[in-house]
């Protein structure tokens, strides 16, 4: 029998195939758009087909590091799970939290240019009921930025040269938690950014947290008459033993403040970043800056008089803080209005206290009276130093004093490191 004379020989009939394949994935990529969601394959697992642009920078976040700076969460064989799938730590006995989270922090990357976005693709099984969110901040001149989250890609005001990410998960109590096998991150500069902001200072309830033993948001174990706060938004949240994120509290007269670190998430929701403006905040958006969620469903019925869970507010708190900013920083005796300065919204030199809590001085001696304190770790904003009474501290013996931006002064033996900008003299 003669063969065909048409036939192409078994070598090239592959080649032929393999070309024809290759080309119809260049066309499906080409089609595909080139921002917005991964599609999701069976099982909840995104599928990343989106390359990255010229002069984009990709990375992969580790996922296989789990150590002490880690909340709640395990590395199994399928990828990152929730260690423990129930409400621990402050949630088991308050109000602050109605599910389960856990939360790994990753090493910072610095950047080989400097970018004003960064966008995230998760590749995860979630089951219903359970969420995860990649979200990232950035370094600059003044330090970190808040975290935002990455999916549909985070904004920087100004260009920033390193960044960070942490992956949250949450689930159901005692439901079924996500699978994360992989988050990618590309940055790039072409967002446009805006002029920075001022620091922003807001009049809100604060209540005491109490909770000695217990963890937070951060994994810190609270301990008697400890210094931090907790604000209602993990945008604010510091990783542990850092004050990335410092609030400055003062009572209404402004007689006593503290700069505390922000170290847990509450009280009541968990997604209100209520000090920033609505087209930044997470939530509420028709609420006006400044006014937490929980005020407004406490004094004005908003939401029905409930939080992001559907439970009946029963204060109308913005920020908690923790006995010894309580009690030993501001004085207070019971629950309060103060006047609370969102730090990282502002600029200049920030000076890091190194071992605290810090006395806070009228001037640049011990003999002048104290007005507060400031809490080990805390960042705190220096306008220009004095010259006044030698101090030897920790760090340094020293004649240095350094006046804060409310006027008052801490002496610079205690602080561990500046950022931000040379500190004038006064």
Known sequence: MTRPRCRIPSVALIATLALIATLALLLTAALLPATGTAPVAPGGAPITLVAAAPGDERWSADLTIVDRDDVNVRRTAAGLRLREARPTGRGARSPHSAVAEGMLLTAPRTLTRPATRVRAEINAAVPAGATVEAQVR????????????????????????????????????????????????????????????????YRVYATRIGLVGEVTANGRTVQPRDHFAALPSRRGLSPLNTGDYTVRVCTTSGSRCEYAPVWDVGPWNTRDDYWNPSSVRENWKNLPQGRPEAQAAYQSGYNGGRDQFGRTVLNPAGIDLADGTFWDGLRLTTNAWVDV???????????????GPLNIRTGASTSYATR?????????????????????????????WNRLASGQYVSHAYISSVYGGSVPVC
């Open 372 to 400: 507060g304190l400031a809490a080990r770790l805390a960042h705190v904003p220096i306008q220009c130093y004095v010259t006044g009474q030698s101090v030897a501290g920790p760090f340094r013996t020293t004649t240095r």
């Open 138 to 201: 950035g370094w600059r001149a003044a330090g970190w930025t808040e975290w935002r989250a990455a999916t549909t890609g985070a904004v920087f005001d100004r260009p920033v040269t390193r960044v960070q990410t942490r992956v949250v998960l949450t689930a159901p109590d005692g439901g079924a938690t996500a699978t994360v096998r992989g988050v990618q991150l590309t940055a790039d500069a072409n967002a446009a950014v805006s002029a920075a902001t001022p620091g922003r200072t």
């Open 341 to 355: 300065a969102y730090l990282w919204t502002g600029g200049g030199p920030r000076g890091v206290v190194g071992d």
